[in-house]
């Protein structure tokens, strides 16, 4: 991934935080763009073309869920990998996140589990 | 005062006890080490009593709210620390991600987030063990005193407060910290019928 493009979705700077050194000590040149919304999201995504990785939390403030805005993603990004970061683990989550096609990673994270969605 | 019967209390210590397990786990995996938790305690009191619980009246303290709502009603779940623990906990928390001398700036943040983490870990083996699903929110940090935390989250409707007091110690440390609930006394008869039912079955 090195030279390319990563967008972090998390309310919480200090996971955003935890995120982006996770990729960078795997990929020191990619570009990692931030939000603390999905509302912010959009609008980072809307600016910049071509991102090859999403990392997406669920509860933020604001009216979209990470699982919302993953749905919209979807429909322009159908191949690039997304993972629901989250701490919501019920069942109705996973599941919704495996139908739109995306990865489920459970809170804290850690190396271990961030890594193998990268390559 | 509202009550409940030995079964209603035995199933609702049960329950917790078991969600319990897991969020200590997480949180030893955020900090690197084990965590060591009691026996769920669980009494279900005034709010006037419950600002009177020894080691915790008249302390400044640092909780994290998770409120929620759900087939067992609406409640709040809190992960509480004395202020004096905090900064540690987010060391051990951050050491790897930030300097130390960086560590205060994020004390609030990293401490929702860890709150976040262990408490959605409790309400989704709730939801799990009572086939109910629980929405939860986004978190919400509170530091001050003890008793204007309890003032502020007391339950209008009836006064009853379901306090479930686990304390929790990190091993070789003089850190102790505090989960517990408040949900008004319907949502807690409701639960503990639906895990009576569970156990019948």
């Known amino acids: 991934m090195s030279q390319k493009k990563a967008l972090i979705v998390d309310d919480s700077t200090v996971t955003r935080l935890m995120i982006r050194k996770i990729i960078l000590d795997k990929f020191p040149n990619c570009e990692i763009l931030e939000a603390d919304s999905a509302d912010a999201a959009k609008t980072l995504v809307a600016d910049h073309k071509n991102i090859d990785f999403f990392s997406l939390d669920q509860n933020m403030p604001g009216n979209l869920s990470g699982l919302d805005l993953a749905e919209e993603l979807r429909k322009s990004y159908q191949n690039t990998k997304i993972i629901l970061v989250t701490a919501n683990i019920q069942d109705a989550i996973k599941n919704r996140a495996k139908s739109i096609g995306i990865d489920f990673v459970e809170k804290p994270v850690s190396p271990e589990k961030i890594l193998p969605h990268l390559d | ?201």
């Open chain 2, 1 to 201: 005062m509202n009550f409940l019967s030995p079964l209603e209390k035995d199933s609702l210590c049960e329950l917790f006890n078991i969600s319990l397990g897991g969020a200590a786990k997480l949180m030893g995996e955020m900090i690197s080490d084990e965590i060591l938790l009691t026996v769920p305690s669980l009494q279900l009191i005034t709010a006037e009593e419950a600002k009177n619980i020894e080691h915790l009246a008249n302390q400044d303290v640092c909780t994290i709210e998770q409120k929620f709502v759900g087939g067992i009603g609406d409640g709040s779940a809190f992960l509480l620390f004395h202020k004096s623990a905090s900064l540690e906990i987010v060391k051990m928390m951050m050491k790897d991600y930030i300097a130390l001398n960086e560590v205060s700036q994020f004390e609030k943040d990293a401490l929702s987030e860890i709150g976040n983490i262990i408490l959605n870990a409790i309400l989704s083996n709730l939801a799990k063990l009572s086939n109910y699903k629980i929405e939860t929110h986004v978190p919400e940090f509170f530091a001050g005193r003890y008793e204007d935390l309890i003032i502020q989250r007391s339950p209008k409707k009836d006064n009853s407060i379901l306090l479930v007091f686990i304390d929790y110690k990190l091993k070789g440390k003089d850190i102790k910290g505090y989960i517990f609930f408040i949900l008004n006394f319907d949502s807690i008869k409701n639960l503990s019928r639906v895990l009576i039912e569970k156990l019948k079955q």
